[in-house]
């Protein structure tokens, strides 16, 4: 387990560093996130409120949790990895004592929660009591509507980190045996924001379209915690979110493993 | 002046040549950005799929702003590599290679790079305006409005970056705030101004101008009263902005140079 | 070039360079960091600290001395890229950091560390970007690159782009791309670092000609010696923000000590050598090196001496090697 915590705690020394960097990270997140919900707040005032799938300050919210969690969506790869490739050092990786996949997986945790450390808390902190305290209430962050709605979260939060840590190692694997790999990037950072709920919240997407993206890994991530945490989604439907997280986590960690060994076998061969 | 201007032709075809040694990448690049920035554009058409308007402005109106934001942010961004990075090059001491060198510094980090993959969102946001262009009454005044406008709007963005890259001289890691008003600014450029709450309006009329190089000109070009009440010249004017806001940053950052020359790195 | 305006003032004139740098102190640890934040505490460097010369037109200079003694920042000063805090410098009647692009036109620069071509691009396009950037007319341009070609051997490496190249040809094509504009003047930083032995050489020659046989004046800021020893006949050494020693390289080991060294290469590698009047510098096995003043015992004596006492294979007399030299004149003002 101590090599895997290792690597964690040496990514969140890090980023403690680097202090300043993520309060001015912080500052343009508080930005973004005022301009989606000024954008939001004017379309919910063009039309008939009731008759949208989410309200606005529940949209609100959403925007703010998607402002917070944002380094957890794993749209980016891991440039280390690919660098490490690029230069064949990846042959120093797999001469380590340690599962390799295992290894992996713990980088992506590294890079999925450890910059949520320096943005998460001072964000939450703006949207939910420094908005009201300016005197623009309508646009907060709101508390979950029942604790069993918290609770919901909460343990959806859990899942999705793993399901984000699968997705990230997963497309890091995919990536090491791809020629065209810049042309895979685009494909994926595409579909995981569209998918996510990060370029514009699902529910806000056409009904059709939900219908879809709701059984795809990417909703997992972002958009059904925070339908839970909201209470668009009930928090009696926990037990069909935490189904659709696990399942695919699963499956994309078998597939990881899988693509991992048969490509570990290609380079080994190749290599003699 | 003649001089200058051949000095940047030169630098721009030394620059363009030495993109194309990667041309792979570049094309890779260039429609990778293309992709992403539609699939914003989609997002934006899924929002008026879904609300129909946005307090009176129809879709193809909203895309005449959108576009217009993003072929200026494609521009200035293509030509603004040198100001964007300017913190490596400060870092690397590669900086007082520029002092060693008889031109005005401004001069030579505006022709370091011609960024050729912008061109993907130059590419969206051309085919925005085309989708616009369907919705408006053209005349040669609007035309020479829009193109003004565009010109005007890439001038402001460069003043950010031109604040960014002064900015380099005192801190390297809080760089990152400027991006609230680069990335931050064309995404809310993308919509019309009036939209927004007033005291945001005003930062960014009279602080910043950008979103009103955009929105003004823009009401001008669809010949629609200004939901805000100003006079119609407002939009013919407000082209002038983005100019004047950039001379004023480059003395800022003329002030930066000189007080980085009597600290030291 | 050569005597074109002789006589009266020199072409450069540098009084009482002062300058003080304020470096901010990072106190470790979360605690320091946090205190960081509120209050910034400085460390105050006199980098300058009354620095005086003058140099006359084709003068070939050395200017050395220890990291931190103000060798760059003289540099960067002259160059026009620093303003001093106080003090005052003249280079062909003109303020180098007041009148910037005038000054910088008329000077060439080449940093060993750093190239100034573009890295991608190949080297005569990188030459004609200089030219346009100059503002040289296209008919002394042909000429003056045909002859730095010439002169340098860059005939094969004009197509080959910047970032191909080995370190010794990136230095000959640095040094030509510096001279594009036949500067009167020209900075060496450093020219020889990393360089194999017959780049050296190569790039000693060429700077030795530029000097010579074009006027053209030189200031050396280097770490190697021998190209100090090949090259100038006028070294200044600077340390702790002065000027320690200001002369030919003659007087400079005068001025410093008289000490000669003597080595022998004995024929027993283990014969005990105990000489009155005289310091070990080294031992290695049978070769041994000597230090001791010639006006305490002359040399000719303490080589009767030795020879008479051990069985001696070979021997020969020097002067301690330079950077003996400026480590005392360094550690003597200290």
Redesign the interface.
């Known amino acids: 387990m101590t090599p895997y915590l290792a690597i964690i705690g040496a990514r969140f020394r890090m980023l403690l560093q680097?202090?300043?960097?993520a309060?001015?990270?912080v500052?343009?997140q508080?930005?973004?996130g005022?301009?989606?919900v000024?954008?939001y707040e004017?379309?919910?005032?063009?039309?008939r409120a009731s008759a949208?799938p989410i309200a606005f300050a529940q949209l609100a919210s959403y925007v703010w949790l998607g402002q917070a969690l944002f380094a957890m969506v794993p749209w980016n790869v891991d440039s280390e990895l690919r660098a490490m490739v690029k230069t064949g050092a990846v042959a120093y990786e797999l001469c380590r004592p340690v599962d390799l996949y295992g290894l992996w997986f713990a980088r992506a945790v590294a890079q999925r929660t450890a910059p949520l450390v320096m943005r998460a808390l001072p964000l939450a902190v703006f949207a939910a009591v420094i908005l009201p305290a300016l005197g623009l209430s309508g646009w907060r962050l709101t508390a979950p509507p029942s604790l069993a709605a918290g609770a919901a979260f909460a343990a959806a939060l859990v899942c999705a980190v793993a399901l984000a840590c699968a997705m990230s190692t997963l497309i890091n694997i995919v990536l090491l045996w791809t020629i065209?790999a810049?042309?895979v990037?685009?494909?994926w950072?595409?579909a995981v924001?569209?998918g996510s709920g990060l370029?514009?919240p699902l529910p806000?997407?056409?009904d059709g379209?939900q219908a879809v993206l709701r059984w795809l890994p990417f909703a997992g991530v972002f958009d059904l915690p925070f339908r839970l945490y909201t209470g668009a989604l009930p928090a009696g439907a926990l037990a069909s979110v935490l189904a659709r997280q696990l399942g695919w986590t699963v499956a994309l960690v078998l597939l990881g493993r899988r693509l991992l060994a048969r490509g570990l076998r290609r380079i080994v061969v190749q290599g003699g | 002046m003649i001089d200058a201007l051949r000095l940047y032709a030169h630098y721009v075809r030394a620059s363009v040549r030495g993109q194309l040694q990667y041309r792979a990448s570049f094309v890779m690049s260039a429609i990778g950005t293309f992709v992403i920035t539609m699939t914003e554009s989609v997002a934006v058409w899924a929002l008026f799929e879904r609300f129909g308007q946005l307090r009176g402005w129809t879709l193809p109106e909203v895309a005449l702003c959108y576009g217009m934001v993003s072929i200026s942010w494609a521009l200035c961004d293509a030509l603004s590599r040198g100001f964007d990075h300017f913190a490596e090059l400060v870092g690397s001491g590669d900086f007082d290679r520029l002092l060693l060198r008889p031109r005005p510094i401004a001069f030579q980090l505006l022709a370091q790079e011609l960024t050729l993959r912008r061109i993907g969102r130059l590419v969206q946001g051309v085919l925005l305006l085309g989708y616009a262009a369907g919705a408006i009454d053209w005349t040669v005044p609007r035309a020479l409005l829009l193109v003004a406008a565009i010109a005007s709007s890439a001038c402001a963005f460069l003043g950010i970056l031109v604040l960014q890259a002064t900015s380099a001289f005192w801190t390297i890691n809080a760089l990152e705030v400027w991006n609230a008003f680069t990335y931050g600014g064309v995404t809310m450029s993308q919509y019309p101004l009036a939209i927004y709450r007033s005291w945001f309006r005003a930062l960014f009329t009279f602080a910043i101008p950008i979103g009103c190089t955009i929105y003004f000109p823009a009401v001008a070009i669809l010949g629609r009263a200004d939901p805000l009440g100003t006079p119609a010249i407002t939009g013919w004017l407000a082209p002038l902005a983005g100019p004047a806001y950039l001379a004023l940053c480059l003395q800022i950052w003329t002030l930066g140079v000189r007080r980085y020359r009597s600290t030291g790195s | 070039m050569r005597g074109a305006r002789s006589g009266g003032v020199a072409q450069i004139i540098v009084e009482g360079l002062v300058k003080t740098f304020r470096i901010a102190e990072r106190t470790p640890g979360l605690w320091g960091a946090l205190r960081g934040l509120a209050r910034r505490r400085y460390r105050e460097v006199r980098a300058l600290d009354g620095v005086s010369f003058s140099i006359e037109r084709g003068e070939l200079v050395g200017y050395i001395g220890p990291n931190g003694a103000g060798k760059s920042t003289t540099v960067k000063t002259l160059a026009g890229i620093l303003v001093p805090d106080a003090g005052r410098c003249e280079i062909d009647g003109r303020v180098p950091w007041r009148d910037r692009i005038a000054h910088v036109a008329r000077i060439g620069v080449v940093f060993g560390q750093r190239t100034q071509l573009w890295w991608d691009l190949p080297v005569i396009e990188s030459f004609e970007l200089l030219r346009d950037i100059y503002r040289v007319p296209p008919a002394r341009y042909a000429q003056r690159r045909d002859e730095l070609i010439a002169r340098l051997e860059l005939a094969p490496l004009l197509d080959v782009p910047v970032r191909q190249l080995s370190l010794g040809q990136r230095m000959r094509c640095d040094l030509a791309a510096a001279l594009i504009h036949s500067p009167d003047l020209l900075f060496l930083d450093e020219p020889t670092i990393g360089l194999d032995a017959v780049s050296k050489l190569a790039v000693r020659d060429f700077v030795r000609k530029l000097n010579t046989e074009d006027g053209v004046t030189v200031i050396l800021t280097t770490h190697d010696m021998d190209d100090i020893e090949a090259l100038c006949r006028r070294v200044l050494v600077v340390g702790h923000g002065k000027v320690l020693s200001d002369g030919p390289l003659a007087e400079l080991r005068a001025k410093v000590t008289r000490e000669r060294w003597l080595t022998v290469d004995l024929v027993d590698a283990d014969a005990r050598v105990d000489e009155a009047d005289t310091r070990l510098v080294r031992r290695a096995g049978a070769r041994l090196c000597l230090a001791f003043d010639p006006e305490v015992v002359a040399p000719a004596e303490l080589i009767r001496r030795i020879t008479a006492r051990h069985a001696v294979r070979d021997l020969f007399v020097e002067d301690p090697p330079i950077e003996t030299i400026i480590a005392r004149l360094y550690g003597s003002h200290a």
């Open positions: 680097y202090r300043v960097a309060l001015a990270g500052w343009t508080v930005f973004f005022l301009v989606l000024m954008v004017a379309f919910y005032r063009s039309a949208q065209a810049d042309g990037v685009i494909l950072t595409t924001s569209l370029t514009i806000l997407l056409p379209a």
